[in-house]
């Protein structure tokens, strides 16, 4: 069975690292943030990972063909409106938790269902891979994801100290993929950034509840030691190490993502600047508005 690999949590993560770490045995084909493909790939034209627009890569363009047939301006907008209706993260929270689901909401969900599938039935085919690594984050694409029956799924639950992730959020950093126009990356202020950080933590906790997931710590990963990196690829089972491309050909076809992506030599950094460049009050603030979850994980 076909398997998909979804990493969730919250930006500013490390997810992109964590993407690139894992497609560079060849086992997996990284798709980067799939949620994206209609907004940033279809009606933006944002540049892949490649370095290609999106409409003119020579991935994208015969997959899109291949899954969907001609699609018009129209076909797209509805598409990502229908996306945008299920996806929303406060809607998990209606639907699932609370239980609210309207029939309308249901017709919707399912259609998106198929639409999804058919989108991964296609990259399976035209990659040529059995395994791909969905970085979209939000749960509830991961949800979606989890309950497509034809694969078999398996999330990581990725998290960094959410001081770190504040203090990234507001700092600004370009977005390359835009090319036609100077756009940085959304920032957030530190209450912004605390709430969904521990929302969305809390979110893939109950993910982990009904599907099999893995949760892994950035600082781990970028600790030096692979102990951390072993356990995932313990987790995803298959994994293969020993066909590591060289620098520099490290070219992805993924959608939207950390600029990182865009980097050949994928060299690993570790970024702890929050820790002498953040304001004490900022690091109180945050620490105060996520210590339930902050003492869980190790980070106080």
Known sequence: MKQ???????GR????????????????????????IWSRGLINNELCGCGQKFKECDFWNPEISDAFGGLSESDVLRIEGIRNDVEKNRHLILREWVGVRDQSYLELYDEYKRILT?????IFKLSGFNRLIDNSKDVAHGLLINRLDQYSTKNIQLVRDSRA??????????????HWKK???????????????????????????????????YEDLVSGNNEAFEEVKKFLKGYEADEIKPSGQNITHTISGNPLRFDRENEVVKDERWINEMSLFD???VAFLNYPLLKKYGYL
């Open 4 to 10: 998909i690999v979804f990493i969730g949590g919250f």
């Open 13 to 36: 993560s490390g997810s992109t690292l964590l993407e690139t770490r894992l497609s560079q045995s060849g086992t997996f084909f990284p798709v980067g943030e799939l949620k994206y």
């Open 118 to 122: 058919d989108l991964y039935n296609s």
């Open 165 to 178: 992730v504040a203090f990234s959020f507001n700092n600004p950093k370009i977005r390359p993929e835009v």
């Open 183 to 217: 756009e940085f990356m959304k920032k957030r202020s530190c209450f912004s950034s605390s709430f969904y950080w521990i929302m969305l933590n809390y979110q893939m906790e109950w993910l982990a509840k009904q599907f099999p997931t893995k949760r892994v710590r």
């Open 283 to 285: 690091k109180k603030l």
